[in-house]
């Protein structure tokens, strides 16, 4: 599903954490750098405050990255990519990246640079089977 933020959201069958691994292990295996794991819950928790599994992955390529920031410099403020991995209200685990076709329209990146954007797309689908 996707919203008008641009925000693609997939249900995991998987817990939180058991998606984050999944996750991970992917990245590993395709040789992608996990450049940064964000524990939102955890850190809210660290402060006493109270907040359902929320965890975000920041990662990427170099070689993928790089060409769609020289092509439009102000994506480098959406790249590397991400994926946030969260529970809802409800009890659903969400998959939740930016639309590769959303990122090209707010920074007109060329047609020829979407593939660079789209392994965002094959990973949060992989880490919710």
Avoid: C
């Amino acid at each position: 599903m996707t919203n008008d933020t641009g925000i693609i959201d997939i249900r995991s069958r998987h817990s939180v954490d058991e998606t984050v691994e999944k996750l991970k292990q992917l990245l590993e295996s395709k040789g992608v750098t996990l450049f940064a794991f964000v524990d939102h819950s955890g850190e809210a928790e660290k402060a006493g405050l109270q907040m359902k599994p929320t965890k975000l992955l920041i990662f990427g390529s170099p070689k993928a990255g790089t060409p769609v920031m020289l092509a439009a410099p102000a994506s480098a403020i959406d790249l590397p990519l991400k994926i946030l991995i969260w529970e809802n209200n409800e009890g659903d685990v969400l998959v939740s990246y930016n639309s590769p076709e959303y990122l090209a329209g707010r920074h007109g990146i060329p047609h020829e640079l979407m593939q660079n954007l789209a392994a965002v797309r094959l990973f949060a689908e992989k880490a919710v089977e």
